[in-house]
């Protein structure tokens, strides 16, 4: 077991998985928190410090490879040659519907910037996000996924408590694409596609990659005014979280690479 | 809470999961056994009663109705009005692998009771069971299911600690049929046809379903003998019944009904 | 090629897809027709033989293996030595909606022969048929193809046109279990396994198996009271019976072992 | 029925299925061939016009969006008013295998265009490619998509003989990521995804979008020193293309909008 505290990476703190799944990791890791704007992260790691625990924020665009390479330069500074236990990647964003022809090129490849869109509910079907979720799911995830994967590899020399962690937050628009939900769902499907063909070429090796769908909305600030007719009816980011670190604690004789997590009326 | 302690029944216990399954599930529960024959529990109840715990064994034949009629009969007194907190169906078999055309009736409805047949790894393609799969897998998952989704609804009204649960214990020949492997892909498509049918069905009244793959060779004296090159090639079954454990304490704001299992140097 | 004209059987022959097949087939083939009620067939063998073709019809009751072989030895005969080029699974049946729990056993295992039940879409979730699911798709599938296979094995030594083929017709509900239709779900998900593993046996030895997922209500007598906002928005059965024919004329380099069907306005 | 003659465009022409697929439409229609080398049309529209067919070239690169536009100013004007009856995008390229730690992000987004790269069955897995694997697949379909889709919804306009159809080619790798194969797998994902979110939002409208999986190595001119122990081992693209043209006359009563085609000694 290595001497020093390991680390916790998470990339997409917001108000609802993200921090949910930092709190959970910085109860036994150290924790590093990525978001484009400090504003994400600045109370968490304020509040995780509080607690006693270690976290530091690095303002991070994970579609941009530049911004990922110097956040890990940063990283790894902090970290001090501790290892890494676990990588989240959790990057989201925000959604309009729209007919696939009203799409230009700009939107798709960079997302929509404008200001006064109407958030819809995912199953609503969505088809354009603030940064276009390429950017955000493929390009994000292979960015993030570079930076990772050597310093999980290279945490197995240390015989780490649970195998290293590699986790990507995914939703039902990775299986299953919807009318006005093209570009969410080509970025979802990229996004899972990486996440087989890491666990299958990492897995061996010994790192834990798991792709979790999660299919409901989210129980956040923003969600509140959602109706339902049921108690319980919005998922829990805390109850991601306890997951999160389920996954994490697997053996590798008894690795998931795919789990589906919903309220218990969700229709699916 | 409900002021008696609950049980779990497990049905399918053998030297492998459905023991270590018990074994978990009898920390914080009375636990009941079934199986066909009884020097499958016996030992484990006297295990589980020197442990602390308290264990009954009922021997029962999944596929037949009336077996489970009378086994739930009896349980019911043992439990004493106590709830029932999770059931597992992990009743399983085994197997050899037959060209389609050489099968015959009696051997595809009814199962193969010869003796000096071969057991053979599952992945590599298996069409024949000692008891048919259709017997062990979706006629008995058909009675178990009937026999605990009463009590599992029943436990709802004391408000339980975890909502009540039922697992299936499959396969990855559940989701992929193979050469050689009719019988054995039919039996587990239609577990877990029913699987997804009852989760569709019960979750929404807060009994939690769940369909879990397990997708490599389990750990277990009678594959003592398969060699392979990786250590920890084979599945733990302590460490699949960690996995049920974690399900059953998922809230019902967070539902994962299906996922997989398999070890990390597993091809799949 | 064979001298002697070849035959398409067609197993389920009522008055939709299965009829439209047989007319389909009895184009270039001489056919026979199995169903368990001869008023199934009776008309069809006359529509058949006026139109110039050649078409016997067999009293079988396909769940039924002693009724499936004594119909194949009646049907040698009348093939006399000719090639089979091609089988049709078809059979289905009439379907209610019931809660899991009130199924029994007999219901689950023989299906239901009372009157007066009422027939509902499939999509809205079924769960009982007048026969059984299990015995309908199973094993009726399993002693048809018992059948049927080694006369499509033989056909392959007199250098057939088209491979031999033998096509299941099958619905969405072999891809997703729903509340209220364990039953229907679980044979369904048991005949795409048996689809899938005969591919993977009998592929490689030239036979072409393939799984169609019909998917929406087919244009016929019995659903002409359901009402669409569009037109065509019923699967018309001779379209149908023209992509299992394109199935049948695929070259073996260039097999399609699944495909769905359905019409323009489906959800799914 | 228009009284002009219809057309059919085919990106991604090149010696293996984008040309017979091009041979087959033009046997009824005239047809636009797009692909970024002239020289990889330019033998086929004489072979067209010899033929007696009508055919155009006109160099596209599908990943770059003012060339499809401008490619489809330039074919509008050819096409004089006609109808647009079908579109295929068969955009592919040459692979590489690669560890993921060894992609740099030029050739993850870009491509690799160096000399002297190993041309490998893609079957084996494979990671990187001429141009990358999102622009042809994910960002190409977008754009050509965006550019045939409002030809497609006009042509419908004139009640067109068969539903105007829009096919992709796709592969395996769209349903499975693999180990080293991570930038071709998210790419296929994502243009399944496109394909799926398309089929659901234009279905209903009347143009039939299909997502065809080619499983299997193609029978052309660079892959004849792929030896296989029996015949009929690769596919022929003459067959892929009949199957395209099955597709594209289907009523809009019975859509295929996923099929899968390899050769009867395919593993799958």
Redesign the interface.
């Given at each position: 077991m290595s001497s020093q505290k390991a680390w916790a990476v998470v990339a997409g703190v917001g108000p609802g998985t993200g921090a949910s799944v930092a709190r959970r990791f910085a109860k036994q890791y150290s924790v590093a928190l990525l978001a484009r704007n400090p504003s994400n992260y600045e109370p968490l790691v304020k509040e995780i410090e509080s607690a006693g625990g270690k976290a530091v924020g690095i303002s991070t665009d994970c579609a941009d490879?530049k911004s990922v390479k110097s956040a890990f330069e940063q990283l790894k500074k902090e970290m001090g040659g501790a290892p890494l236990a676990a990588a989240i990647y959790n990057v989201g964003g925000r959604f309009i519907r729209k007919?696939?022809?009203e799409?230009n090129?700009e939107e798709?490849?960079s997302g929509w910037e404008a200001n006064g869109y109407v958030s819809l509910h995912l199953q609503a079907g969505c088809?354009l996000m603030k940064s276009s979720a390429?950017k955000l799911f493929?390009?994000g995830g292979?960015?993030f996924?570079?930076a990772v994967?050597?310093l999980l590899l290279e945490a197995l020399k240390g015989s780490p408590e649970h195998?290293p962690t590699l986790i990507f937050t995914s939703a039902t628009?990775a299986m299953?694409?919807?009318?006005?939900?093209?570009s969410f769902?080509?970025?979802?499907?990229?996004?899972?596609?990486?996440?087989?063909?890491?666990?299958?070429?990492?897995?061996?090796k010994?790192v834990?990659v798991s792709h979790a769908i999660i299919d409901g909305v989210i129980?956040i600030e923003r969600t509140k005014h959602y109706q339902f007719d049921?108690p319980?009816?919005?998922?829990?980011p805390e109850?991601?979280a306890?997951?999160y670190w389920?996954l994490h604690t697997?053996?590798?004789?008894?690795?998931?690479?795919?789990?589906?997590?919903?309220?218990?009326?969700?229709?699916?």
């Open positions: 490879g007919p696939f022809l799409l090129e798709f490849e088809c390429d493929r390009r292979f960015h996924s570079q994967l050597p195998p628009a299953k694409g919807s009318a006005l939900c093209s769902a080509t970025g979802k499907f990229a996004m899972r596609a990486l996440a087989q063909s890491l666990a299958r070429e990492f897995g061996p010994g834990h129980d049921h319980d009816a919005k998922i829990k109850a991601i306890d997951s389920y697997q053996p590798r004789t008894c690795f998931t690479n795919e789990l589906d997590i919903r309220p218990y009326i969700e229709k699916w």
